[in-house]
């Protein structure tokens, strides 16, 4: 059964702080590997997929990427912002649409 | 992306009642899912909702507690039945493209069961 890990649970960064987000999954078997961004009672915004094959992704100001022979992925965010703060999560993909998600990160940025 | 959307976004409801959430696509799709987040907790799969078909529920999760509806490829159904206390949470629908198998979310809806 698949897990996935996030560390570290919560994060506080100064505004235009670069940083490293860490995701760990137990079963290198996966399709896909999907970073979505939850603000506060609210829904989940698709960030960044990255298919099994593919190294990294980038979007604006953010990197994911994947290393599945060790089962991690990261996400970088470049010069953080205030608007960046939210709960970060990661969610490894199999074949099937299964999504298993890690718990989180939920990032502040202090202006 | 397809805009999904959701109603009810927030409820409360009184022990023992049901809750009807309604998820929109504004295009088709061919594969929906329900997930639950508990507080403090990330998303756990409840179901697929299969169009034409009974939706396939995931383990720990069943149809008599939580029914789902599938008429077409723009909208489906969750009902929480006989709610508890154990049941507030935030449900989120979601749908699935053929594109890498990548999965988008509505809103979610924010359930408080008294």
């Known amino acids: 059964k698949q897990e996935v890990t996030q560390i570290p649970a919560a994060l506080s960064v100064p505004e235009g702080e670069n940083l490293v987000l860490n995701c760990s999954f137990t079963?290198?078997?996966?399709?896909?590997l999907q970073w979505f961004r939850q603000d506060p009672g609210k829904g989940l915004t698709s960030l960044l997929l990255?298919?099994?094959?593919?190294r990294e992704q980038t979007s604006g100001r953010l990197n994911a990427s994947l290393d599945k022979s060790s089962g991690r992925s990261t996400l970088y965010i470049a010069a953080s912002q205030p608007g960046d703060s939210a709960t970060y999560l990661c969610a490894a993909g199999a074949g099937s649409y299964q999504l298993t998600f890690g718990k989180g990160t939920k990032l502040s940025v202090i202006p | 992306s397809a805009v999904i959307s959701q109603k009810p976004s927030r409820d409360i409801c009184q022990r023992g009642t049901s809750l009807t959430i309604q998820c929109q696509v504004d295009s088709q799709v061919t594969m929906m899912f329900w997930y639950r987040q508990q507080p403090g907790q990330s998303l756990t799969l409840i179901a697929t909702a299969n169009q034409g078909s009974e939706a396939t529920y995931e383990s720990g999760f069943v149809i008599d507690k939580f029914p789902i509806s599938r008429p077409n490829l723009t909208f489906s159904t969750l009902t929480v039945s006989n709610m508890s206390p154990e049941d507030s949470s935030i449900y989120l629908c979601s749908y699935g493209t053929s594109v890498y198998n990548e999965q988008f979310f509505g809103p979610g809806t924010r359930l408080t069961v008294l």
């Open positions: 079963d290198s078997a996966i399709y896909n």
């Open positions: 990255i298919q099994s094959s593919q």
